[in-house]
């Protein structure tokens, strides 16, 4: 029989290292392995259910959507603070930050949040808000949808893009993930506040188009890699997906969305 100590099992929680994803399929069919989220069930966890539930949205919204599970840590420029475990953590559409940087900077600070996630940025990498942004103090994890050779030296808004915005105070680090979905953006971080560490996810499905099979398969992929980290896993953004029916008979996106967020033990809050 093999045995190992406490120091040994502890040694091997990695986040650099990824597993193909058919070892973890099967790791997760014999039920060899849980997400962390879902090993909290046993322990309790402050939510509804027991289960962390990450920010997930279906429509653009003047305000930020703040993450239930993670009540808000103030400002590091506030006066007061509260509990250091934990985040805020705020997610907006906001369909172009070129000309909306001072808002983005006022939600931070009247919401008191530690980290803004923003999709439809409608940005460059080398966009003058990006880089004030990070002249201001600010971390910035940014994914910009890549330019048609066609457009490439014109003055027309790259649409798309997504991005995750941290104060001065948080560390942030973007997560890099090898893979490149067709149906829909994402930029994955790791945060860091005080003594409390996550990684988000956020994503943005155009919702120009209607959602396909392709895009619950892709979407499927990506959360099978980064539920595999040994911290907190957040999933915020814009899917286009409609989850509300109003007759008694399920829509196609409920029963696929929903058996992922089960499939990954993902709760889910729509706000």
Request: glycine share 6%.
């Amino acid at each position: 029989m093999i045995s190992y100590t406490s120091a040994e099992l502890h040694a091997l929680r990695r986040n650099d290292v990824t597993l193909p994803r058919a070892a973890r399929k099967s790791i997760f069919g014999y039920r060899l392995w849980q997400p962390r989220l879902a090993r909290k069930r046993r322990h309790g966890f402050a939510s509804r259910d027991g289960i962390p539930r990450p920010v997930t949205t279906t429509q653009s919204s003047a305000q930020p959507r703040q993450c239930t599970p993670l009540p808000s840590v103030a400002h590091p420029g506030t006066a007061s603070r509260r509990r250091s475990t934990a985040a805020g953590l705020g997610f907006l559409n906001i369909r172009s930050l070129l000309h909306k940087t001072d808002d983005v900077l006022e939600l931070l600070r009247d919401h008191s949040l530690d980290v803004l996630c923003v999709s439809e940025t409608w940005h460059d990498a080398d966009s003058v808000c990006i880089r004030l942004l990070r002249s201001e103090g600010y971390h910035v994890a940014e994914r910009s949808r890549p330019r048609p050779p066609s457009t490439v030296a014109s003055l027309v808004p790259n649409l798309g893009g997504v991005a995750v915005i941290a104060t001065a105070g948080t560390q942030l680090s973007a997560v890099a993930i090898d893979f490149l979905p067709a149906t829909f953006e994402f930029v994955c971080g790791r945060v860091v506040v005080n003594v409390y560490a996550c990684t988000i996810l956020t994503v943005y499905r155009p919702g120009s188009t209607s959602a396909q099979l392709a895009f619950f398969d892709e979407l499927s992929e990506l959360l099978d890699t980064v539920i595999t980290r040994s911290e907190p896993v957040y999933v915020v953004g814009d899917f286009n997906v409609r989850l509300i029916c109003y007759t008694p008979v399920l829509t196609t996106h409920e029963v696929y969305f929903g058996g992922l967020c089960h499939c990954a033990k993902f709760g889910e809050s729509v706000q």
